[in-house]
């Protein structure tokens, strides 16, 4: 199913400014570009485009409250600097498994002030020497880079917002040895 179509379905009879959420995963994209969003999302908060073939961010509309937006298996090699211009707001970003090969395509996300965590498993810029140490000294508003902090903490499943409690949660089962 193609994109446009695909948004089409997922509307179910709203307008576009009454969507908060937009899954477009496994839909195909028309020579790899982002075709039948509009800036009329204006409240969408979370989009996802999973494996949708895309190799441009380029014609993303500006869409000024997305907090997260999940681009993970595409062919994306650059061209980021549409998302810094477009999505100010943005907080998560997960580009894994993209055709990323260099560091210095990840600059523009500088611009993203609010941007707490980027992934990139399964990218080439993984493979390079002192990766984690370049891209949390190039992002320092990064809190989390593939799901850890810079600590090599791990990022809780809440929103990869720490829990803070300090107690480490293996003392927390029963006597049985079981999670709870």
Do not use: W
């Not at 089409?8 to 075709?35: A, F």
């Not at 961010?57 to 681009?71: D, M």
């Not at 090969?101 to 600059?107: A, G, N, R, V, Y």
């Not at 493979?127 to 990064?142: A, G, T």
């Amino acid at each position: 199913m193609d994109m446009k179509k695909r948004i089409h379905l997922e509307l179910r009879n709203r307008t576009p400014s009454d969507v908060r959420e937009l899954v477009l995963d496994n839909c195909r994209s028309v020579e790899g570009k982002i075709e039948g969003l509009t800036a009329e999302f204006v409240n969408l908060e979370f989009l996802s485009l999973i494996n949708v073939g895309l190799i441009s961010v380029s014609n993303l509309p500006k869409l000024g409250k997305l907090k997260k937006l999940e681009l993970s298996d595409n062919r994306i090699s650059g061209g980021l600097d549409a998302l810094a211009e477009k999505l100010p707001n943005l907080t998560h970003l997960n580009l894994s498994g993209n055709k990323l090969k260099d560091i210095s395509t990840l600059e523009p996300l500088k611009k993203l002030d609010n941007l707490k965590s980027l992934d990139l498993f399964n990218c080439e810029v993984t493979n390079l020497d002192d990766y984690r140490e370049s891209v949390f000294k190039l992002l320092p508003q990064l809190t989390y880079l593939d799901g850890y902090d810079i600590e090599d903490g791990e990022a809780s499943d809440s929103d990869g917002e720490v829990d803070g409690d300090g107690v480490d949660d293996e003392e927390d089962e029963g006597s049985s040895g079981l999670k709870v």
